[in-house]
């Protein structure tokens, strides 16, 4: 049997550590959270967060998708993704933090490909530990999908440059010490470059962001005002920033599926739940066949996004090019997904509809997914492009 709301994975190499992960988000994850008396929308610094990372860290699930060279285990995209969307499926405010996309080594892994030995040892290494973390910035004001027109400007200063701009919806820079930054180069329109920006360097201000839909204080501006980088801040070379900024958002686009799906079989487990233990006037609500084949359609739903992700990800170990499945696979998922939300709320009625109520709050966070890391219309844009042109 190869569907299930509660994969088992008995056989699998990573069967401990994906059990050990089971166990820490919903005994000791679970414990901490409910400690601080945290809700899906409560603010929450940096505090909070470290004794996530550095436990992580030490139950070696803390940058487990890494090289051994750097403390991981070398996983594969479809191993990675099996953790993801085990600890999305956890339901756990704080999932984040565990393996590290909120400020840690899954958003720092793909720059190590870029870096020198000492931007390893003084940025990266440290990212790893849970000893200091980082944000990705690019976004702009009015330079969402189209990035090429940032106006955040770097300025040739000796051997390094003077950096000035506004970046938007910096995810983790409210935690970060420092960003991976893309700007413009002063003088050519056509050339961007990565930097590392530490955000303590005289000139950065980090501002709270706009609260998104989910409620979350997850975002920051990163604003500059002259601020001196130096050789050994310059991710790459010059010139290379898109590709080293946009590079990494195919792949990423693909692996954020597996936890969008994480979060699709936490509805559908507490849809189940509620529908199996809700009575109604003509008997029990999983009794109606109406009701049964809502529950069919949006299960099959899943289990055909989840099967085209995990085939994406499999052509993706196999070093093949997955730019078109990649974004087919952001596009229906996000789509899905946000339907499997909004049909499972509709089944809960007032239960699901009430501020508070985790059904609701997985919702807005779905529909975010159909607008972040490019909208549906984007990911049509490419699909058509590449079926166009081959």
Partial sequence: MTFSLSPDYTDHPLADTIERLRDYLDGELADYEASLGLEPESPYDRGVLEPVWKRSYELGFYGVHLPEEYGGKGLSHTDLAILKEETAASGRILSQSVLGDMGGPLRAGAIFAHATQEQIDRYLLPVVRGERACCFSLTET???????AMSTTAVPDGDGWRITGHKVFSSAGPFADFSVLIARMDGDEEQYSAFLVDFDAPGVSVLPGETPMSGQHIEADIVLDDVRVGPVQLLGEVGQGLRIGLGRVTTNRL??????????????NLTVDFVKNRQVAAGNMAGLQSVQHTIADMTTDYYAARSMTYDALAALD???DILPEAFMCKLFVAQ?????????????GKAGMVHGAEIEWIWRKLRMFRMLTGSDEIQKNGIAKVVLQS
């Fill in 336 to 348: 899905k997904a946000f339907a499997i939300a909004d049909t499972a709320l509709q089944l809960h």
């Fill in 255 to 268: 692996l954020h599926c597996p936890s969008v799906l994480g979060q699709v079989r936490r509805v559908l």
């Fill in 142 to 148: 009015d330079a969402g999908s189209n990035v090429r």
């Fill in 318 to 320: 196999r070093g093949e």
